[in-house]
């Protein structure tokens, strides 16, 4: 995805457009983009999720890491890395 690699470059974490979401928000929009040529619908989508992307890292860099569920999954992931290797 172009808009990603953009966002990258910048320091900006990527968008992730859900499946579910693509029928009735994302492909819409190029329908609307070539008959009018406007490409507010776009910007619109893109900083909405872009927001969220955001939230969401800023969520898990300032999670507690003494938060049990977090530690859990954590040690669990290493347990598997370990038993891979």
């Known amino acids: 995805m ?3 690699m953009q966002l990258m470059n910048l320091g900006f974490p990527p968008i992730i457009i859900q499946n579910k979401s693509k029928h009735s ?3 819409p929009l190029f329908t609307q983009y070539r008959t009018t040529l406007k490409s507010g ?3 619109e989508l893109f900083a909405l999720l872009l927001q969220e992307s955001l939230n ?3 969520s898990v ?3 507690k890491k003494n938060n ?3 530690s859990l999954g954590k040690a669990k992931w290493h347990q598997t890395k370990r038993s891979r290797q």
């Open 2 to 4: 172009n808009q990603n």
């Open 25 to 27: 928000e994302y492909y």
């Open 41 to 43: 619908g776009f910007t």
């Open 56 to 58: 969401k890292r800023i």
């Open 61 to 63: 860099l300032t999670a």
């Open 68 to 70: 049990s569920t977090f």
